[in-house]
């Protein structure tokens, strides 16, 4: 059985190449991507596994990810993009959680045994999505503005190195917000859980940035490939 840890790599490795595919083929594919990993983070938020030693959820790594792509897009495309991408998630989540609920109403036909499984699921997701929503547009909102004032006093420095320091400073927000409401009435400690948290996703931040600087070849071959696609 493959072990968790290498797991996690495997997912960090496939968010960074989805990212980066994304960013050659242009401001709509990262927008896309961006929404698709916030209701990732937003729908497996719930499953805990134990990575190198800790009990935490892998859904982190969208978050970042979706972070990394609304920072490649006030870089590459101009901050009004970036906000129409922070618009755009929001909405679509919303959306999402209202077609979940509009799914549990139907009636189901037979012995419904499916529909019990929708409702253990769905049930369970959507009043989590609604809140962790609240939060991560206004973590979208507070990236977009550190990271718009790393662009115009740190300009010259790497891109790399301006989204650690801004996801770096968003996810103390992010991480304080998230534990706080998650650990609400369990009588957890906060400081544990939020150190180990905000430490699993500073690394994960790390390998994404470090992966930002990978070469990935000219826009030109790519906009050659997808001339060959038949729409």
Same mark, same amino acid.
């Given at each position: 059985?493959i072990?968790n840890?290498?797991?996690?790599?495997?997912?960090?490795v496939v968010?960074?190449?989805?990212?980066?595919?994304?960013?050659?083929?242009?401001?709509?594919?990262l927008?896309?991507w961006?929404?698709?990993q916030?209701?990732l983070?937003?729908?497996?938020?719930?499953?805990?596994v134990n990575l190198f030693?800790?009990e935490? /959820?892998?859904?982190?790594?969208? !978050?970042?990810? !979706?972070?990394?792509c609304?920072?490649?897009?006030?870089?590459?495309?101009?901050?009004?993009r970036?906000?129409?991408?922070?618009l $755009?998630?929001?909405?679509?989540?919303?959306?999402?959680v209202?077609?979940?609920?509009?799914?549990?109403a139907f009636?189901?036909?037979?012995?419904?045994?499916e529909s019990?499984?929708?409702?253990?699921?769905?049930?369970?997701?959507w009043?989590?999505?609604?809140?962790?929503?609240?939060?991560f547009v206004?973590?979208?909102?507070f990236?977009?503005v550190v990271f718009?004032?790393?662009?115009?006093?740190?300009?010259?420095y790497?891109?790399?190195f301006r989204?650690?320091?801004s996801?770096g400073? $968003?996810?103390?927000?992010?991480?304080?917000?998230?534990?706080?409401w998650a650990?609400?009435?369990?009588?957890?400690?906060?400081w544990?859980?939020?150190?180990w948290?905000?430490?699993?996703?500073?690394?994960? /931040?790390?390998m994404?940035s470090?992966?930002?600087?990978?070469?990935?070849?000219?826009?030109?071959?790519?906009?050659?490939w997808?001339e060959?696609?038949q729409?």
């Open positions: 059985m072990g840890e290498l797991l996690f790599l495997m997912q960090v968010v960074i190449a989805a990212c980066k595919f994304c960013q050659q083929v242009g401001s709509c594919a927008t896309s961006l929404s698709i916030v209701l983070a937003n729908l497996l938020v719930l499953k805990m030693g800790l935490v /959820t892998v859904s982190d790594v969208y !978050s970042i990810g !979706s972070l990394y609304l920072n490649v897009l006030s870089e590459s495309h101009g901050r009004l970036a906000k129409y991408a922070v $755009t998630s929001f909405v679509l989540v919303f959306v999402v209202g077609m979940f609920c509009l799914h549990l009636i189901p036909s037979g012995d419904g045994k019990i499984l929708y409702q253990q699921l769905l049930g369970q997701v009043p989590i999505m609604l809140i962790s929503n609240l939060i206004l973590v979208q909102l990236d977009y718009g004032f790393l662009q115009s006093r740190y300009g010259h790497r891109f790399a989204v650690m320091m996801i400073l $968003t996810q103390i927000l992010d991480t304080g917000l998230f534990t706080y650990l609400s009435g369990l009588g957890v400690n906060f544990n859980v939020f150190i948290s905000y430490g699993l996703k500073m690394l994960i /931040t790390l994404i470090a992966g930002s600087g990978l070469a990935w070849g000219r826009l030109t071959g790519m906009k050659r997808v060959y696609v729409v």
